[in-house]
């Protein structure tokens, strides 16, 4: 498969389950990205991993748990979560580097509903 | 502050019409920006970058740095251009997103 893939598409989970988001990228690109995306709010940045390592935490609860174990990789741990954590979480990458920001590309990503 | 706003949650225009999607950013260097779409139940795609000044299926956007923005226009409406539209600010090797027009063509 090609792009930017996302499993699970769906997932619904209770409030004490742990489940985990993965992404998967074949396009060589060296950074990834967890975004998340309510309805009616702006799309919002939680992680990046350049090369692997974690460069941004945007004050992510700590229910949220990522993990990049190589650069075409990145998975996104939950347990314990809210009902308002409900939404889509969208899996990018980019080939950064050059000085300059380069395009992401979008997985589907995953529609999550905490009851 | 970095900063990209929309200011139109939705915009609603008859095929055929033109369309302007505003976008004004805030950035203190020398800006490189985005225009994204996501049509319904695909994924987020970017539509033009401002570096390439190309046009992709019909659209436009002119950086403007006088006045700090960077519309998305198009002369002519198509049904099929109806979608969400984000405009997206390069920053240290991540994108600061505005919240996004969402396009409605009416037939």
């Known amino acids: 498969e090609t792009g930017v893939t996302q499993t699970p598409r769906h997932l619904v989970m209770g409030m004490t389950n742990k489940k985990s988001l993965k992404c998967e990228q074949h396009l060589g690109h060296n950074a990834m990205y967890w975004y998340k995306q309510s309805a009616k709010k702006p799309l919002e940045l939680m992680f990046v991993y350049n090369f692997k390592e974690q460069t941004e935490n945007n004050s992510v609860p700590s229910r949220f748990s990522p993990e990049c174990p190589n650069s075409s990789h990145l998975f996104l741990h939950l347990h314990t979560l809210q009902p308002e954590d409900s939404a889509l979480y969208l899996c990018?990458?980019?080939?950064?580097?050059?000085?300059?920001?380069?395009?992401?590309?979008f997985g589907p990503g995953t529609r999550l509903t905490v009851l | 502050a970095q900063r990209v706003t929309q200011p139109e949650k939705l915009l609603s225009v008859f095929k055929g019409a033109p369309v302007e999607l505003k976008c004004n950013y805030s950035?203190?260097?020398?800006?490189?920006l985005f225009w994204y779409v996501q049509y319904s139940r695909q994924r987020l795609q970017l539509l033009l970058r401002h570096i390439s000044r190309e046009s992709i299926k019909g659209f436009t956007a002119d950086l403007n740095k006088g006045e700090t923005s960077f519309h998305l226009k198009k002369p002519f409406a198509q049904e099929e251009d109806s979608a969400m539209y984000y405009c997206a600010l390069g920053s240290n090797y991540q994108l600061i997103w505005g919240a996004g027009t969402k396009l409605i063509i009416k037939p």
């Open positions: 990018a990458s980019s080939q950064v580097g050059g000085g300059r920001n380069n395009e992401q590309f």
């Open positions: 950035y203190s260097g020398s800006p490189e």
